[in-house]
């Protein structure tokens, strides 16, 4: 007499042999993943090691995500990349993806936990121009509204955009605001083309614009920049507040949070930071 297959040992195998099938791409895309953070084409040795797994096991990944051009090999060098579908995914990702809803529903999150100021930036036609404003908790005396644009020598905004686009965009705007000033000397003004530029290479090496009481007498700012997938500057994410309750300082609590946000949002847009 045959025996009857027991009903939760039948039940189950399909769901052992999918669970079986999910690690299996699990541990194959791990050599997608390596290739997407590597900055070439990888020798399959390399790129096996990377992914930690032995060659041969790699290669039977390989062959078969050639086969449906997630990956490439050069016939030549026999280096392994990423292939044709690779990007179309990669660009059909980034079409969907909506940088300014991203960053204002985050930025409600940020607000309410350094509970301060914050807003968005972008270029428009007249400079850097605020389009996204929510204020912190407490009073700030600040008159700021929606459409205002930012001046370039003086608002933490302003330098941003000036140290992360082309000259061609900026120089017009700077030049005419170091011709107003000529003559002042108000602290943490620039006067000179020469002073300014050393204001930008320091918002470059800190990867973010900061002011402390130059655009307004005890407002300090931060400004940090989300980019795209070419590295181009999209937005730039600012925050500020009295210098009574504003942390400026580099490494502080404000600057990491604004920061790990602004960092984020690029990562969502296919930036990879080198």
Known sequence: MNSVPNAESADLEPEEKLRSGIQSIEVGFKLIEVLTHATQALMLRDLAQLAGMSPAKAHRYLVSFQRLGLVIQDPISGRYDLGPFSLRMGLACLSRVDAFKQARIALTDLRDTIDQTVGIAVWGNHGPTVVHWMEASHTLRVSLRLGDVMPMLTSATG???AAYLPPRHTAPL????LAEVQGTRL??????????????DDVRA???????GTLLPSIHAFCMPVLDATGQLVMGLLALGSEARFDSRWGGPIDTALRTLSQRLSADMGYIEG
């Open 159 to 161: 330098r941003l955009f």
């Open 174 to 177: 700077i030049e005419a605001e």
């Open 187 to 200: 602290q943490g003004m620039p006067t000179t083309r020469q002073a300014y530029d050393a204001l930008l």
């Open 206 to 212: 800190h990867g973010a614009a900061r002011v402390e």
